[in-house]
């Protein structure tokens, strides 16, 4: 079976980075707290890919 990139039932907001998380097999806080780290010097394209991600990204069928 192969992997699929959805977003995650688990949402801070959309569930971008939990289903990134879920993907690459890592913790979802530790990919949160990452992303919140990186997003502090370069807020504006951050947040436009978050937003890109959040509405390309499928839906998790459950």
Known sequence: ?????TKSSD???AGVIGGFAEYL?????????IY???SIPGFIPCIILY????WVMPEKNQ
């Open 25 to 33: 097999g890592v913790d979802k806080t530790l990919l949160r707290v």
């Open 11 to 13: 949402k801070m907001i």
């Open 51 to 54: 937003l890109v991600a959040a």
């Open 36 to 38: 919140a780290a990186i």
């Open 1 to 5: 079976m192969t992997k699929k990139l």
